[in-house]
């Protein structure tokens, strides 16, 4: 079993950074694959940013230049630096872990709330 817990979401004018941060339970986090969703009011859910076990990243289209996913397996924790924040970005943020596939997670923390203001 692996419990997620997210930190660092907040209320941010438009062009300012966030880092958000998913602090991970159990001795098999750095085989995980990790991810990060978000899902605005009256949205589906959506993939935002991957990383796998090895390191490699993968991100939405629509954050790709701007957000950051990293992981540091020392600490069972896996973050998420967001800069150049725009209002379209307000959602709540979602941690998600798998040890195969993140389009279909098993394991999800509670979500953050991230509001940016125009």
């Known amino acids: 079993q692996v419990q997620l817990v997210e930190a660092g979401g907040g209320l941010v004018q438009a062009g300012g950074s966030l880092r958000l941060s998913c602090a991970a339970s159990?001795?098999?986090?750095?085989?995980?694959?990790m991810g990060w969703y978000r899902q605005a009011p009256g949205k589906q859910r959506e993939l935002v940013a991957a990383?796998?076990?090895?390191?490699?990243?993968n991100y939405a289209y629509s954050v790709k230049g701007r957000f950051t996913i990293s992981r540091y397996n020392a600490k069972n924790t896996v973050y998420l630096q967001m800069n150049s924040l725009k209002p379209e970005d307000t959602a709540v943020y979602y941690c998600?872990?798998?040890?195969?596939?993140?389009?279909?997670?098993?394991?999800w923390g509670q979500g953050t709330q991230v509001t940016v203001s125009s």
């Open positions: 159990g001795r098999t986090f750095s085989s995980y694959v």
């Open positions: 998600a872990a798998d040890p195969h596939r993140i389009a279909t997670p098993d394991y």
């Open positions: 990383i796998t076990s090895g390191g490699s990243t």
